[in-house]
């Protein structure tokens, strides 16, 4: 069936680093591909999204791009921030409504300054 | 900006009881999910609905597990007879065509 995986974390980052969190999944069909984050104590904020291969989802400094021939979707900012720690989980769906989002395990991402 | 809202934000509960979780969908929304977190692990599916019944279910969502739209505004998940294996973080989602929304979870307990 269709996964995504992601890299493991925890992430340590200082601030103003450059940040990559690798994704990858497996899907039969055309799905459309999410990042999701988790700030401490709160519930899941859609952070960006692509619909289609070759397209740049971007929101809030973060981009990512959907590669079909690499089947992935890493996410990267170029300069963190402290308020950027959170666990940030990439996940996928068939692209028809109603169905279910798979998620990744979730990478952990803390910066310090 | 409108948001998905859930009640309570957390529940705890004892073994074998029943508890209902409460959420309050995007009003223009017409799919509606559950999914749980376990502590440290990934988010699961748990159900979907849509026209007021089951579009897509897990394995997880066993007999014990049921959902209703009672009115037109709240969604609920029931769980009938509540284990210590259901403790965990419980998200609704709402979303039209192509993105789902979550609310902040609720947290269940059970002991």
């Known amino acids: 069936g269709d996964s995504v995986t992601q890299m493991e974390g925890p992430v340590t980052l200082s601030e103003e680093a450059f940040l990559t969190i690798n994704c990858t999944y497996t899907?039969?069909?055309?799905?459309?591909l999410f990042w999701y984050v988790q700030y401490p104590g709160e519930g899941l904020q859609l952070l960006l999204k692509?619909?289609?291969?070759?397209d740049k989802g971007s929101n809030k400094g973060f981009e990512a791009t959907y590669r079909k021939e690499t089947t992935s979707f890493h996410l990267e900012k170029g300069s963190v921030q402290v308020s950027d720690s959170a666990v940030y989980f990439c996940a996928l769906d068939s692209n028809q409504a109603g169905t279910a989002l798979i998620f990744g395990k979730g990478t952990t991402l803390s910066v310090s300054s | 900006e409108p948001e998905v809202t859930q009640t309570p934000s957390h529940q705890v509960t004892q073994m074998g009881q029943e508890v209902i979780l409460r959420c309050v969908p995007i009003s223009n929304h017409l799919y509606f999910y559950w999914y749980r977190q376990i502590l440290g692990q990934k988010v699961e599916f748990l159900v979907s609905?849509?026209?007021?019944?089951?579009?897509?279910k897990s394995e997880i969502f066993d007999d014990q597990f049921s959902v209703e739209r009672p009115d037109g505004s709240n969604f609920t998940l029931k769980i009938r007879s509540t284990k210590l294996e259901d403790s965990a973080m419980y998200f609704c989602?709402?979303?039209?065509?192509?993105?789902?929304?979550f609310g902040p979870g609720t947290r269940l307990l059970v002991l």
């Open positions: 989602a709402s979303g039209g065509q192509e993105t789902q929304y």
């Open positions: 609905f849509y026209n007021n019944e089951i579009s897509e």
């Open positions: 899907a039969t069909g055309y799905p459309s």
């Open positions: 692509a619909t289609k291969a070759d």
